[in-house]
């Protein structure tokens, strides 16, 4: 695997479900970002990790909870979640203090 | 938050044209990124712009930084259905940070 991989691709869950993504980042990069894509808004940073560390939340709502337990893998589970969080949550990574980030393909979700 | 506005929002346009989307803000751009987003992919990215004035080539697209340093264009030339995709601008917001413009959503037809 090269680059940056997240999985699943696509996860349909249910408001009362708990499920997991993965992104794992092949490139030796210390800082990671979760990303959320919807269709009426830019693209937003979510969350911020730095050496495993979290740096940024940017007001996500606690039904998101990161987990980051090493500088190569970031998951972000999911519980309780609405309709309205359905959309591409894509995973990025870069050097810390880099200016380029490199993203993976995302996961799309749908909350029914 | 410094918000970036792209336009057009949606361009359609024939192989073999030429085209130019934009990226505005009210405020000044410490540095400037174009991304490229592929359906069912994440972003690309294409170049980065530092400098007021500023143009960077890239095969048939060029890429140039207003003098203010606070709009910036993409130009592509004889425009492929290989270049069909979503054309994201983004501003470093910090030492980590990028915000995002909407996009152009560009679609080149054979």
């Known amino acids: 695997e090269t680059g940056v991989t997240q999985t699943p691709r696509h996860l349909v869950m249910g408001m009362t479900n708990k499920k997991s993504l993965k992104c794992e980042q092949h490139?030796?990069?210390?800082?990671m970002y979760w990303y959320k894509q919807s269709a009426k808004k830019p693209l937003e940073l979510m969350f911020v990790?730095?050496?495993?560390?979290?740096?940024e939340n940017n007001s996500v709502p606690s039904r998101f909870s990161p987990e980051c337990p090493n500088s190569s893998h970031l998951f972000l589970h999911l519980h309780t979640l609405q309709p309205e969080d359905s959309a591409l949550y894509l995973c990025a990574s870069s050097h810390l203090g880099g200016v380029e980030q490199y993203f993976g393909p995302g996961t799309r979700l749908t909350v029914t | 938050t410094q918000l970036l506005e792209q336009s057009p929002q949606f361009l359609s346009i024939q192989e073999g044209e030429n085209l130019t989307v934009y990226c505005n803000s009210s405020s000044v751009f410490s540095s400037l990124q174009w991304y490229r987003q592929e359906p069912g992919e994440g972003p690309v990215l294409l170049v980065t712009?530092?400098?007021?004035?500023e143009v960077k080539k890239l095969k048939r697209l060029t890429f140039q930084f207003g003098d203010a340093r606070k709009d910036s264009s993409l130009h592509i030339t004889a425009a492929q259905p290989g270049d069909t995709g979503l054309y994201l601008c983004a501003e470093r917001s910090g030492a980590q940070k990028l915000v995002f413009g909407q996009g152009t959503r560009l679609t080149i037809n054979p």
């Open positions: 712009v530092v400098t007021g004035g």
């Open positions: 990790y730095n050496f495993k560390e979290q740096t």
């Open positions: 490139l030796g990069h210390n800082a």
